[in-house]
C-alpha cells in the first residue's frame, strides 16, 4: 500500500495511457477488419491468401514486431499502436469472415426478393445476423491487445508495462504487481463489457432470422 500512496497518481497516468494504447489499436482493427472481412467473402480463393497472410503476421513474436517498427516509425506510441493494430487483425477478420458466410443463403434470397440492393443485404441482413460472431472477435481481441500492451513499454510507450518491467529490472514486487494489476482489471472488464454486447447481439440473431 505504501507503493500506492506514492505512486497513486501516477499509477492512474499509466492505466490512461495503456487504455489509450489498446482502445485505439482495437478500433483501427475493427475499421480495417470488419469491411475487410466483409469484401472477402465476395472471394474464396483471395480471401484465404490474405487470411493466411494475417495469420503469418500474428504468428512474429509480439517483441520482434515491436522492434521492426522502430526504423519506420521511431520510438513511443505510434509504433506501439501500429502492431497492436496488426495483432487485433486476425481474430476480427475471421471472425468477420465466418460470420458472414454463415447467413443462410435462404435469407439472403428472400431479402433480395424484397428487392434490396447489395448495399442494403449488407447493413440490413448480413451484419445484423453475424454481429454475434463479429463482436466475439472483437471480444478476443480487445482482451489480447490489452494483454500485449503492457511490451510496448519496450519502445517508449508508456503505460503500465513500465511499471512491470522496471518492476522486474530492479526485482521490486509492489512495483511488479501493481502495474499487473490494472493489467488484468482492464482485460477483464473489457471482456466484460465486450461479452455483454456479443450477448445483447445474439438474441437479435435467432429474432431475425425468423422473421426472414
Known sequence: M????????????????HFYISSISLLLGILVAVPLGILLTRSEKISGYIISFVSILQTVPSLALLALMIPFLGVGKVPAIVALFI????????NTYIGIQAVSSNVIDSAKGMGMTESQLIRKVKLPLAAPVIMSGIRLAGVYVIAWATLASYIGAGGLGDYIFN???????????????????????????????ETYFSPRLTSDKGGL
Open 87 to 94: 495483432y487485433s487483425l486476425l481474430p476480427i477478420l475471421r
Open 167 to 197: 518492476g522486474l529490472n530492479v526485482y521490486d514486487q509492489p512495483m511488479i504487481i501493481w502495474g499487473t494489476i490494472p493489467v488484468t482489471l482492464l482485460a477483464l472488464l473489457a471482456d466484460f463489457l465486450l461479452g455483454k454486447l
Open 2 to 17: 505504501d507503493f500506492l500512496r506514492e505512486n497513486g497518481a501516477e499509477l492512474l497516468f499509466k492505466t490512461g495511457e
